[in-house]
Nanobody, 115 residues
Framework: QAQVVESGGGLVQAGESLRLSCAAS????????MGWYRQAPGKQRELVAD???????NYADSVKGRFTISRDNAKNTVYLQMNSLKPEDTAVYSC?????????WGQGTQVTVSS
């Protein structure tokens, strides 16, 4: 049974918005730092944003001011609101749950931004 499951990717035009969701199992969500990563073709995977159990957030410089990460502890879900999308945001976005160094990954969801 998958521990982490993403949804919400798709194809949008530059300047539009998307919201990604990531549901994690209850057993790990409450303990985890939840993060969104992305990997574009030919590039290494990079951290987009993460959020601690208490709501402290961290963003990549390239998305600051455009993306917002949030978590709903009652729903065991983390969200990534992506506004003002750019073609360079095109990538496979993956959700990660980190509990004391143990990582659980989702299957990834494709985000494509056309110019």
């Amino acid at each position: 049974q998958a521990q982490v499951v993403e949804s919400g990717g798709g194809l949008v035009q530059a300047g539009e918005s998307l919201r990604l969701s990531c549901a994690a199992s209850r057993s790990i969500f409450g303990l985890a730092v939840m993060g969104w990563y992305r990997q574009a073709p030919g590039k290494q995977r990079e951290l987009v944003a993460d959020i601690t159990r208490t709501g402290s957030t961290n963003y990549a410089d390239s998305v600051k001011g455009r993306f917002t990460i949030s978590r709903d502890n009652a729903k065991n879900t983390v969200y990534l609101q992506m506004n003002s999308l750019k073609p360079e945001d095109t990538a496979v976005y993956s959700c990660n749950a980190n509990v004391l160094g143990r990582n659980d990954w989702g299957q990834g969801t494709q985000v494509t931004v056309s110019s």
